[in-house]
């Protein structure tokens, strides 16, 4: 992307009706823009679109990290995401021989910045067979974990090569919402975290659980508009040009929004009877799309994953709220009682005090 283009994003932006804004650098690989591209892009935003609060994010490999550009990016407090799979050996498997080095030494120059590095581990039909081992090396390191499946993709022959099965990744989450509680004050868990919220909060909290549509656009390099950045690239998905600055109506308007439209009425009925909509949203528009190349068959393909960790949330919420012993009320205890294990509700209390 130019700095052009950059500046063409301010234009648009400018007078967008919204009261904040958050950037996230992806890919391709947004380190390749190098040093010189974020000393001027950054303040560009900054500045231009003050009254908006912008904030900034990264989702990198880590490979083109550098001491300068680390020192760029904390001095604008943008946090850094990234990619490992587990230990070496799962990894590389995954990403190619070299990949986990070559990440780890990215790593090291950011934390050494002060930058904040938090790790997205892509559960395969493959790699989750060793859920142990790969949740163990995120435990043993005290990196927080954020778990992706692998999903299928529009842009693959063999979309299903790596794709785990929704039925293994409902037992995934279940399996981590255990481990997240036996071990609470050890890690994060940040899916685990986030689908806390949702039902606790009767809402969705971030992107795959939540209507984005007229909230969550990409830039393509050359000021394409998307409704997603895993649409970017697909001309087909092209919304409009951040140099005509489009109105957000102007964006539905167009063919993708009115795609993007169609999958959120779909959603209103294909699951008005499912006690999750409210916070589900039928998740992901572009997992229901990927499946069928590029038509609406249906909401996203991992609904059993979702309705199995929200129903298991749900039961162990209500459990903890209404079903819990009345005290005893006993004035002189022989012995102190052995503390319960935490529980879901004590999950919440953790992240509401932070």
């Known amino acids: 992307m130019s700095i052009d283009t950059v500046r063409d994003v301010v234009a648009w932006l400018k007078d967008f009706p919204t009261d904040r804004v958050t950037f996230t ?4 690989e947004p380190l390749l823009a190098g040093a010189g591209f974020y000393r001027e892009a950054l303040p560009l935003l900054t500045e231009g679109l003050h009254d908006l609060n912008p904030e900034f994010a990264m989702q990198t490999n880590l490979w083109r990290m550098t001491s300068e550009i680390a020192q760029i990016l904390a001095e604008y407090h943008v946090p850094i995401g990234s990619s490992i799979d587990g230990p070496e050996t799962i990894t590389d498997s995954q990403r190619g021989t070299g990949y986990f080095e070559k990440t780890m030494r990215g790593y090291d120059i950011a934390k050494a910045h002060g930058l904040n590095v938090r790790f997205i581990c892509t ?44 039925e293994e990744y409902g037992e995934l989450l279940v399996y981590l919402l255990d481990k997240s509680l ?25 992107c795959t659980y939540v209507d984005c549509m007229g909230s969550t656009f990409a830039v393509g390099p050359d000021g394409s508009i998307y409704p997603c950045y895993r649409f970017v690239g697909m001309p087909e998905w092209v919304m409009a040009h951040v140099r005509d ?14 795609r993007m439209v169609a999958f959120s009425a779909y959603v209103d009925v294909a699951c008005k009877d499912c006690s999750h909509i409210k916070y589900c949203r039928g998740g992901c528009p572009y997992n229901a799309i990927a499946p069928s190349g590029g038509s609406l068959d249906g909401v ?15 039961e162990r919420m209500n ?36």
Not at 300 to 314: G, S, V
């Open 182 to 206: 036996e071990h609470i004050q050890d890690i994060d868990v940040m899916n685990i975290n986030d689908l806390c919220r949702c039902v606790f909060t009767r809402r969705g909290t971030v």
């Open 245 to 258: 600055r489009p109105t957000r109506e102007a964006l539905m308007q167009s063919e993708s929004g009115k």
């Open 319 to 354: 459990k903890e709220m209404f079903e819990a012993p009345i005290m005893e009320m006993t004035p002189y205890p022989s012995k102190p009682r052995k503390s319960a294990k935490p529980g879901v509700m004590a999950l919440m209390r953790k992240l509401v005090s932070r």
């Open 123 to 166: 559960f395969t039909n493959k790699s989750v067979k060793h859920r142990q081992e790969i949740f163990d090396f995120f435990l043993k390191n005290g990196y927080t974990l954020k778990l992706h499946p692998a999903l299928p993709s529009l842009r693959s022959e063999n979309p299903k090569q790596w794709a785990l099965p929704p």
């Open 25 to 28: 650098f992806h890919g391709g």
């Open 300 to 314: 996203d393909p991992h609904c059993t994953a979702y309705k199995r960790i929200f129903n298991e949330l749900n």
